[in-house]
């Protein structure tokens, strides 16, 4: 009895059609996700109210987490030394190595108001 050898490699093809048609079922439904804005990130609405948690998700790579500083200067007694208004122009300018921006908006305000109280106590 001789099997053809011709049907393992047809069953391939199928299955390798069915595949592809799958994968662009998918890219055409994120397409349409993106074309109509929904790119993932948190909205305006969705912004994060804890400080802390900001500056854990924007700022503790480069400050650390406990403030004490790495890549960038430590944080720890910044509000004896800044105000919130100078810590938020910090924050915007992005002096140095440290990009502009970071944080923007009602978290920027937000996280300079919360290491404005950082007094090293």
């Not at 890219?27 to 305006?44: F, L, R």
């Amino acid at each position: 009895m001789k099997r053809n050898p011709v049907i393992p490699f047809g069953l391939i093809a199928v299955l390798g059609i069915l595949v592809m048609i799958v994968i662009s079922a998918v890219g055409t439904n994120q397409q349409e996700a993106i074309e109509e804005g929904d790119s993932g990130e948190q909205s305006e609405e969705q912004a994060s109210s804890d400080p802390e948690e900001i500056f854990q998700n924007n700022c503790a790579q480069c400050h650390g987490s406990d403030l004490s500083g790495g890549n960038g200067p430590a944080l720890q007694d910044v509000g004896s030394s800044l105000s919130k208004d100078d810590i938020l122009g910090v924050i915007q300018e992005g002096p140095g190595a440290m990009p502009a921006n970071a944080v923007q908006g009602e978290e920027a305000d937000l996280v300079a108001e919360w290491l404005s109280k950082k007094t090293g106590e």
